[in-house]
């Protein structure tokens, strides 16, 4: 279950990564960026791991994918919107990217929308397609 999760998240982060890309300050597709896109993919499958096996201690159960209510489904949502929010807040303010003209930023917060929907979206789908794959094969 954990390296389905971890393979899913590691692939769709890196698509995501590579898709708003050009919403970040001076990005090209060139080797240098494309290997940051990898890199934010590995730490994004991480904090992906991270928010799986929190919600594994918060619910007490390691198969909590397997039965998703409306409650789980809106506290992933929530707590990856709201990390997310502050993650980029943070690198932000740090200065270790700059987002170009092009970014729709949140209100009030000024956080870029795309990595925030990027965790607010993408964990739920990742651990749907884990589920799935792993009630078809049985494990």
């Known amino acids: 279950m954990i390296l389905t999760i971890a ?3 590691f ?4 698509i995501w990564e590579l898709a ?9 597709y060139d080797l240098s960026h494309i290997s940051l896109c990898v890199l934010s993919s590995i730490t994004d499958m991480l904090t992906l791991l991270l928010l799986f096996f929190v919600f594994s201690l918060v619910f007490k159960n390691v198969y909590w ?3 998703l209510s409306f409650f789980n489904t809106l506290l992933l949502m929530l707590v990856g919107g709201i990390s997310a929010t502050f993650v980029e807040i943070w690198h932000i303010n740090r200065g270790d990217w700059l987002y170009s003209e092009s970014m729709p930023l949140t209100p009030i917060l000024k956080a870029g929308v795309s990595p925030v929907l990027q ?3 993408l964990p739920l ?6 589920k ?8």
């Not at 890309?21 to 090209?28: A, M, Q, R, T």
């Not at 789908?125 to 884990?130: A, E, G, K, N």
Request: aromatic share 12%.
């Open 125 to 130: 789908v990742i651990f749907i397609i884990s």
């Open 65 to 67: 994918i397997k039965q």
């Open 7 to 9: 393979l899913i998240g």
């Open 119 to 121: 965790f607010t979206i």
């Open 11 to 14: 692939v769709l982060n890196l």
């Open 20 to 28: 708003h890309g050009p919403l970040y300050k001076d990005f090209k």
């Open 132 to 139: 799935n794959l792993i009630l078809k094969t049985g494990k």
